[in-house]
């Protein structure tokens, strides 16, 4: 019912900067929430950033100052613009989205597939 598309990972080397995007689309009634989790080799996933449908954000303190994330609700669209990367940045990238599904009006949580963002050192 609702899809999500990434893109924008690679590989960098440390100190340079990325941009991922994420779309939404398919019976989409409304976005609440969108936002960014990491999963690197080894670990859990974590929450990178996240912004609420009035564009209150916030960030794991790992990336604060690094990191901004933005919404474009008219394209169903979120953004993570990540500078200053480091190789503890490394990992794959999810993009998760907070929907109310058109028709039902039901709640429906989605994930994206996965961009890898790799930081050389």
């Known amino acids: 019912q609702v899809q999500l598309v990434e893109s924008g990972g690679g590989l960098v080397q440390a100190g340079e900067s990325l941009r991922l995007s994420c779309a939404a689309s398919g019976s989409i009634f409304k976005i609440n929430a969108m936002g960014w989790y990491r999963q690197a080799p080894g670990k859990q996933r974590e929450l990178v950033a996240r912004?609420?449908?009035?564009?209150?954000?916030n960030y794991a303190d790992s990336v604060k100052g690094r990191f901004t994330i933005s919404r474009d609700n008219a394209k169903n669209t979120v953004y993570l613009q990540m500078n200053s990367l480091k190789p503890e940045d490394t990992a794959v990238y999810y993009c998760?989205?907070?929907?109310?599904?058109?028709?039902?009006?039901?709640?429906?949580?989605?994930w994206g597939q996965g961009t890898l963002v790799t930081v050389s050192s």
């Open positions: 998760n989205v907070d929907t109310i599904v058109r028709v039902s009006f039901r709640y429906l949580e989605v």
């Open positions: 912004i609420m449908a009035g564009d209150s954000t």
